[in-house]
């Protein structure tokens, strides 16, 4: 079974340009979740998705943040215009609903440098 | 906010010795989880434990769900050089789907 797949893998950019995150999550997993992970620590919850509602967006900053998933598949995290304190990996999850609470699936990762 | 406290922060590990991890919280959750993350890459799934008091058990990888649901250990047997990385624990609360906590993480470390 394919894992979750991210892309890119690396992204370097200046600050005030807008920068976009891909995910496809594993086949048949309803559940997609963006996580933030700063350097040092754990990931926290951006925003999850239930096929394609986002059901849980309260710790995304709105005013540069935005995501969706127009199909319940693949979605895309974006940001504009990019920060400095927005270097950090972003990791997207995924879940399918017969698996039992918590089995989240990540993929490796975007890790994002703002200059 | 929840929060959840790794311990110890960082630890070196010399081959077939065994080691031990917490995590502790200040509230509790329905669901313990354990994560492992190599440099470059995204957590992956060891453990999952879903009731209290729970001892599961993966390969040389042991964890249990404290009692009280506020706290979870991990034990690795017979460690081995590929073990070296970081340890997340993650806890949820609610339904099925809810978000996962992390904890700040264990770094192990080879001794030199």
């Known amino acids: 079974e394919a894992g979750v797949v991210q892309s890119p893998r690396y992204k370097i950019i200046e600050k005030k340009q807008p920068v976009a995150f891909w995910c496809n999550p594993i086949s048949g997993h309803n559940t997609l979740y963006w996580y933030r992970q700063n350097l040092g620590q754990g990931p926290e919850l951006l925003i999850r998705?239930?096929?394609?509602?986002?059901?849980?967006d309260s710790q995304l900053p709105k005013d540069r943040f935005s995501a969706e998933r127009l199909k319940g598949v693949d979605s895309t995290l974006k940001i504009q215009p990019a920060e400095l304190g927005d270097s950090a990996v972003y990791l997207c999850?995924?879940?399918?609903?017969?698996?039992?609470?918590?089995?989240?699936?990540f993929g490796p990762g975007t890790r994002l440098l703002v200059l | 906010g929840q929060q959840l406290n790794q311990s110890p922060q960082s630890m070196f590990i010399q081959e077939g010795e065994d080691v031990s991890m917490n995590c502790t919280s200040s509230s509790i959750f329905n669901t313990w989880l354990w994560y492992k993350q190599d440099p470059g890459e995204g957590p992956v799934l060891l453990i999952a434990l879903y009731k209290a008091g729970e001892l599961t058990s993966n390969g040389r990888l042991t964890a249990q769900f404290g009692i009280t649901r506020k706290d979870s250990f991990l034990n690795i047997s017979a460690s081995i050089p590929s073990d070296v990385g970081i340890y997340f624990c993650a806890g949820q609360l609610g339904a099925a789907g809810n978000k996962l906590t992390f904890g700040g993480g264990t770094r192990v470390l080879v001794k030199p």
């Open positions: 999850a995924s879940r399918g609903f017969w698996q039992g609470q918590g089995a989240q699936y």
């Open positions: 998705y239930e096929n394609e509602e986002a059901v849980d």
